[in-house]
C-alpha cells in the first residue's frame, strides 16, 4: 500500500522533503477525528477501504494534479482502521511554483478523495 | 460465467457477506447483475440511488459487459478524510 | 514582534501546537524563496517592513479571521531582510472545525497579507 | 503643525530618506500633503496611482485631516509573501 496505511500518520516524512528550487508554495491538508460526531462523543472512528481500487484511483489522481496543477510534488496518505480522537485520518501536501496552484491542487485531491476514493468510515465508539 | 463479487461499508448486512460468487449468463451486464441481487436481496433497493459498481477496481456504467473472472465491488457512497 | 521576525522560520513550533477536541482540518502554507526571480536567477531575497503598521494589521486581521472562519487557531509568521533561496519567507498555519473554513481562512489571510499588510521585497541578489 | 513622515521600499530613493519633518498648516489634510510632496519631489507623481497612505499605522483617505505628531507613512504597493 502507497498511500493507505492501518499505522498511524505523522507528518514528519512529508516535513523531510525538500522543495525543488522552481517551487515557492506548499500547503499541506490534515484531517483529524473529532470529538463530536453526529452530535455524540466518540473515542475512535473506524475506516474502511476497498484497497487495490482506492491504490489505483489515487494513483492516477496524483498524476492528474500533478499534471493540472504544475505540482512538483505530491503527499498523501489515509489512515485506516480504528483512529483516536485528535489523530490524523488523512495528510495531503503538495509543492507548486506559485500559492495559487498549491491551494487548488491539494483541495482538488482533497475533494476527489470525499467524492471518489472507496474509503468508508464503518462506525464509530 | 462466474464473476466475483464484493461488498463495503454499510451494504456488508444487506447482502450479508463480504464477497460470494455470482453465476451470470454470458454477456450480461453490471444492470443484468444489479437486477439478480434485486430479486434476492430487496432491501438494495433503498441503496440503488446512492450506489456505484466498480469492475475490475474502475467506476462502471450500468451498461458495461461483464466476462469470466471480473472483480465486480458495489460502491456505497463514500466517507474518506 | 509577533509576527514578523529578523530569524529563520521552522514551521516546528506550529506543529507542535495541539489540536482543539471540535477542530477537524489543518491547513498550513509555506511561502519559500524560489531561484528565478524576474527571469534571473537569485541568491537571496532581500524583505523590510513598515513593522509597527504590519504587526498592528496582522493582529487585527487573525481576530476576523478567527471569528470569520472559526478558527481555533492561527499561527503566522513573515521573516524580514536576507531570505535565501528555499527558505521561509512566510508561514500561515489554521485550524479549524471542517475543511472548507481551514482552506478559506488560510487563503485569506495570505491574500490580504499580499494585498494590505506594509511587507516589501526591496532586493534580490 | 510638525507631523513625521516615513517612506518605503521603493520610494525611499525617490524622497532621499525613509523619514524627515514636514510643516504643515493647520487642518492640513493627507492631500494637502501629497500636493507638498509632489511640488517638491516631481518624480513621485508617477508612485501616485498605486500609492497609499498611512496615518498612525492606519490606511487613510486623502481627506483625513493630520495632526500634531501624527506619522504619516507613504506605502507603495505592497509585496510580502
Known amino acids: 500500500m502507497r498511500f ?81 480522537v485528535g489523530e490524523i485520518a488523512v495528510i495531503i501536501g503538495v509543492h507548486a511554483p506559485h500559492r495559487a496552484e498549491a491551494f487548488a491542487g491539494c483541495q482538488f485531491l482533497l475533494e476527489a478523495l470525499k467524492r471518489d476514493i472507496p474509503i468508508w468510515k464503518v462506525g464509530a465508539r | 460465467m462466474v464473476i466475483s463479487l464484493m461488498v463495503f461499508a454499510h451494504l456488508k448486512p444487506v447482502l450479508g457477506a463480504e464477497s460470494c460468487s455470482v453465476n451470470l449468463p454470458e454477456g450480461a451486464t453490471v444492470n443484468h447483475l444489479l437486477e439478480r441481487l434485486l430479486a434476492e436481496y430487496p432491501a438494495l433497493r433503498e441503496w440503488l440511488p446512492s450506489l456505484r459498481v466498480a469492475v475490475n477496481c474502475e467506476y462502471a456504467a450500468l451498461n458495461t459487459v461483464l466476462h469470466e473472472g471480473d472483480e465486480v465491488a458495489l460502491i456505497p457512497p463514500v466517507s474518506g478524510g
Chains 1, 3 share one sequence.
Open chain 1, 4 to 84: 493507505l496505511t492501518y499505522e498511524p500518520l505523522s507528518p514528519e516524512e512529508w516535513h523531510r522533503e525538500v522543495m525543488d528550487e522552481h517551487s515557492g508554495a506548499s500547503v499541506e491538508f490534515l484531517g483529524v477525528v473529532r470529538r463530536m460526531e453526529n452530535g455524540a462523543p466518540i473515542e475512535y472512528l473506524e475506516y474502511e477501504a476497498y484497497v487495490p481500487m482506492a491504490e489505483a484511483l489515487l494513483d492516477r489522481l496524483i498524476q492528474q494534479a500533478r499534471e493540472q496543477f504544475g505540482l512538483s510534488k505530491v503527499y498523501f496518505r489515509h489512515r485506516l482502521g480504528a483512529i483516536r
